[in-house]
C-alpha cells in the first residue's frame, strides 16, 4: 500500500478511536471493512461531510470487486449517511471501473489532489504577525470550533474534533492574534511519516497567513521528530478556483504524487 494511503487510514482509525461508546452512538460513527479497505462513516453529522464519509484503500492490496461498491452503499444508507465518497487510488483502477460506477448510479466528483514532502525539500514561508504554537486539550473547543465550521462538520461535532489535541498520535498546532485563535492543523505521526489534517482558518481572520504559518509550522514539528515522509491533500485544481490550500501546500515543499478519483452517489 502506497505509504500516503497507509497513514491517512491510520489517522483516520485513530480519529474515530477518540470517542466512547455514547459519542459514537450520538453521532453514528464506525468504521467498516470494504473488501481490502474501511468505510469510515458519521451518520449524524451533516449530508456535506464528506471528510469523515468516505471508503478508502479499496482494490490495492486485492482485486476490486465491484460488490463492494454495493456494500458501501448499503453500510452508509443503514447508517442515515446520504452522501459519501467512493475514493480510488490511481494502482486501483481495473477495465470496467467506471462502469460499474455507473451501473451503481455514482458519478465521478472533484478528486484529492495527494501531496508528499521529505526532510530536505524547502519551505518557503509567508510572513505574519500572527503567532503560531503547538496547543494541547486546553484550546480543544477552540480547535473543534474552527475545524466543524470549516469542514461542515457542524457543532454536533465539536466534543468529537475537540479531543484531537493532545489525543495519541496526533499534534495540534494553532495560530494566534493576541490571545485569539485564528487558525488551526493537526497531523498524525506514525513511525517516521506523518498526515497533516484540518488545516482552517477563523473567517474573520482569512488572508492573514494563518494556513501557511500552521502547515509549515507542522512540518517543522514533524521533521523534528524524525519524520522521513509528510503526506497531505486537498481538492484537485480545477479552472476557476483560486486554490490557496494547494498554493500553500506547494510552498511548504510538498510534491504532488497523485490523484485519488472520488466516485459518490448522485447529490439530491
Known sequence: ?????????????????????????RLKLAIHPIGDGIASVAGALPASTIVINRVLGCGLDRPFDATWITEASETFRSAGAARFFFQLHPNARIDGIEDAFAAAGFER?????????????????????????????????????????????????????AGVPGAPGFHAFMSFDGNTPAGCGAIFIRDNEAWTDFGATAPEMRGRGA???????RVRFALAEGCTAIHTCTGEDVPGDPQHSYN??????????YLRENWAPPKR
Open 1 to 25: 500500500m502506497h505509504g500516503s494511503e497507509s497513514i491517512e487510514r491510520a489517522e483516520l482509525e485513530a480519529l474515530h478511536a477518540l470517542v466512547d461508546e455514547a459519542l459514537a452512538d
Open 109 to 161: 466528483a472533484r478528486g484529492w489532489q495527494k501531496f508528499s514532502r521529505g526532510a530536505a525539500d524547502p519551505i518557503d514561508e509567508r510572513r505574519t504577525e500572527l503567532m503560531t504554537r503547538r496547543i494541547g486539550p486546553e484550546h480543544g473547543a477552540d480547535f473543534a470550533r474552527i475545524v466543524c465550521a470549516a469542514f461542515d462538520l457542524g457543532d454536533n461535532a465539536i466534543p468529537w474534533i
Open 211 to 217: 494556513q501557511s504559518a500552521n502547515l509549515a509550522a
Open 248 to 257: 500553500n501546500i506547494k510552498r511548504c515543499g510538498f510534491r504532488e504524487t
